[in-house]
């Protein structure tokens, strides 16, 4: 009613009615602090004390056991050892006294890696190297990882240079280069893998045809990389006992470092941290050598020197126990996030020492490097690659189909089963509103925050409803400033009472330091890998927190009926929230939503923030599945794919079946309409 009163004495509304800046106030007149940093920061440093490494070796070998199972099962790993490699060669270029040969060959079934097979001259046998590159232009064969390949080949090893999964020639244009992180590598997830599963999968079976080579000997092959690269080859290292050296360079530090820093999904394990830190998976490599090679001017604070001490200090004392003390060392060399000359030095001594048999293991000079043309090295230099060659476009197309088909073959689970499920899925941890505060009102807006069990602050504004006990839940993932002031307006002068509120990590709950380390990448970046790493994908995080609202709706505010309204990735984590929800008598307007998570396009898959992606979600259902099990009456505006192309009417036809076909199958009561009102 005041707002109605205001809008008569002025003659204009209270709102931008034309996209201009909100004019609503702010629930907290100071800014306010960095919830979202400091809960994923005290809840990374609680779980990484955890992960003690044990105090004897039978110990330690019962947990190596389990752990390595672990991590295959969350990095979802498809290493397949009996597949047949089919290398193709498709060129070659000689060196002065080696050469270099452009080959795929099959990591997966129908699938293929590209890599150059650095051979020295004579008939061996040879140690070999597994060479994996981080995140630099021309993957493989960027002039960094050219001159690690020579600096070994021309010292007498075979090496393999491989493109990373989605990055060099595997990305999803032929002869364009991208990215093969943020939310194309995150998409990985959603059908049930991860991009460092996938990568894992291709380095083993990389190892898998240096060991069939019968110029290799299969019991003297190391592996090394940079920043990413680095990585891979940790990991590598220590899932594939058939690594017997391992140089990981600017790429060691600590999981809990990972936290709130920049990183790849590349480099993600999903729930990793809530079981191991960086020293349990550097300690599964032990006996087997292992140098680490950090850079005194590292920049990445997950890289620094003093990140990588920490995991350093505790394996050692592991190779320790096992007698192996003399196997595991580091470097902090000069420079910075780089392979530079002076790091290639100490490889080369490492490596002649662990593989050859030869030397003490002190640096050695390198020799001169004579690079190649990038172009001369493509398996397919003109960009006719083989179709096997498969993106993550491909591959999260053809395995999404397949599992949407296996779900339409298959009974429906009982509801019960469906949502403990999700909500495992989920990680759903139910939220108490510990304290509810209460602020002088302000532009006609009631202003309150509520204080959570687990350290979150929901800043709400709400106007009561005109008459009746009708209220309309307005959230947006860009908070709610981004609501459109006209739409609360028309829901005002509808007589609803009308309750705004800011998501975990959205509006006043933003973390500002995770929008400056973002930079160019999608929205959430930092915050949702951050939160994977601890179990916690932001859509349950969202929906516990829209459950808290929907129950201080009814219990606080004595709310009679429910119009839930959602915009974007929010209203995907409303229908998280209503699925797993009891709440009665709730009409939910889904806008510009994702109505489902196959993965249609590269092309504006940046469309949705990285908010959105569920590890398995597709294993368990779709999106549709949610909103059947939802039990609302369902108005769907502005229907759209993962990558933001809107839905024709036929498909839209469809949808609406598949909704109805679920509801029915579960005994629900679901109804569904489109409308079409967004711009």
Excluded at 504 to 532: C, V
């Amino acid at each position: 009613m005041k707002r109605l009163i205001w809008v008569i004495l002025t003659g204009h509304l209270p709102f931008s009615v034309c996209g201009q800046e909100s004019l609503l106030p702010r629930v907290h007149e100071v800014e306010p602090i960095d919830y979202p940093a400091m809960q994923l920061r005290l809840g990374a440093a609680k779980v990484a004390q955890r992960q003690q490494l044990p105090q004897t070796a039978a110990d330690w070998k019962t947990l190596a056991k389990r752990l390595k199972a672990r991590i295959a099962h969350d990095l979802a790993l498809p290493y397949q050892h009996n597949l047949s490699l089919d290398m193709r060669e498709t060129g070659m270029v000689q060196g002065e006294g080696f050469t270099i040969r452009n080959i795929s060959f099959q990591t997966q079934p129908d699938v293929l890696a590209t890599a150059n097979l650095y051979v020295p001259d004579g008939k061996g046998p040879f140690p070999a190297v597994v060479i994996t590159h981080g995140h630099w232009p021309d993957g493989r064969r960027a002039p960094l990882f050219q001159a690690v390949a020579q600096t070994l080949v021309r010292n007498g090893y075979v090496c393999l240079n491989i493109d990373a999964w989605g990055a060099g020639e595997r990305g999803t244009l032929p002869g364009q280069q991208e990215y093969h992180g943020a939310n194309l590598g995150a998409s990985l997830m959603n059908v049930g893998h991860t991009l460092m599963g996938l990568q894992l999968a291709d380095n083993m079976r990389a190892v898998d045809l240096l060991a069939s080579l019968p110029y290799v000997d299969s019991t003297r092959i190391g592996a090394t990389g940079a920043s990413g690269g680095g990585n891979q080859a940790m990991w590598l290292a220590a899932m594939d006992e058939r690594i017997k050296a391992a140089m990981p360079v600017v790429s060691v530090g600590t999981f809990q470092s990972y936290i709130m820093n920049s990183n790849c999904v590349c480099e993600l394990l999903p729930s990793g941290l809530t079981y191991t830190e960086e020293a349990g998976v550097l300690a599964l490599v032990a006996p087997r050598a292992l140098k680490i090679i950090n850079a005194v001017e590292e920049r990445n604070p997950s890289f620094m020197p003093q990140q990588m001490l920490i995991s350093f200090q505790q394996a050692k004392t592991m190779y320790h126990i096992l007698g192996a003390t003399d196997h595991i060392a580091y470097h902090i060399a000069a420079g910075g996030h780089d392979y530079s000359t002076e790091m290639r030095e100490h490889l080369l001594g490492w490596f002649d020492m662990h593989l050859k048999g030869d030397g003490n293991g002190t640096p050695r000079e390198t020799p001169p490097i004579s690079l190649v043309e990038s172009s001369l090295l493509a398996t397919y230099p003109k960009g006719n690659r083989d179709g096997a060659v498969v993106t993550t476009e491909r591959y999260c197309q053809l395995e999404g189909n397949r599992l949407k088909t296996e779900q339409a073959n298959a009974q429906l689970p009982s509801l019960t089963v469906l949502r403990d499920s999700l909500q495992q899925l989920l990680q759903l941890q139910p939220l108490t509103a510990v304290q509810v505060n209460n602020y002088s009102p302000k532009d006609g807006w009631i202003r309150m925050s509520v204080e959570t069990n687990a350290g979150s602050i929901i800043p709400i504004l709400y106007s009561p409803p005109a008459q009746g006990g009708r209220y309309a839940l307005l959230l947006h993932s860009s908070g709610k400033d981004s609501i459109p002031n006209t739409r609360i307006q028309q829901l005002l002068n509808q007589g609803y009472g009308v309750i705004l509120a800011d998501l975990w990590g959205t509006g006043e709950q933003a973390s500002a330091e995770a929008l400056r380390i973002d930079g160019a990448q999608p929205p959430f970046h930092t915050l949702a890998r951050s939160a994977l790493w601890l179990g916690r994908p932001i859509m349950g995080i969202w929906a516990a927190e829209i459950q808290l609202l929907l129950q201080l709706c009814t219990d606080r505010l004595e709310a009679k009926g429910i119009h839930m309204e959602a915009y974007r990735d929010a209203a995907l984590a409303t229908a998280y929230a209503l699925a797993l929800s009891e709440a009665p008598n709730v009409e939910f307007r889904a806008v510009d939503f994702p109505y489902s998570y196959l993965f249609d396009s590269r092309v504006g898959i940046e469309h949705y923030s990285m908010a959105v992606h569920v590890p398995r979600i597709l294993q368990w259902g779709d999106v549709s599945q949610l909103l059947a099990m939802s039990r609302a009456q369902l108005a769907l505006d502005g229907v759209r794919t993962l990558s933001g192309r809107p839905l024709s009417h036929h498909e839209q036809l469809v949808y609406q079946q598949e909704i109805e076909n679920i509801a029915r199958q579960a005994g629900l009561s679901t109804t569904v309409r489109f409308i079409e009102t967004t711009p």
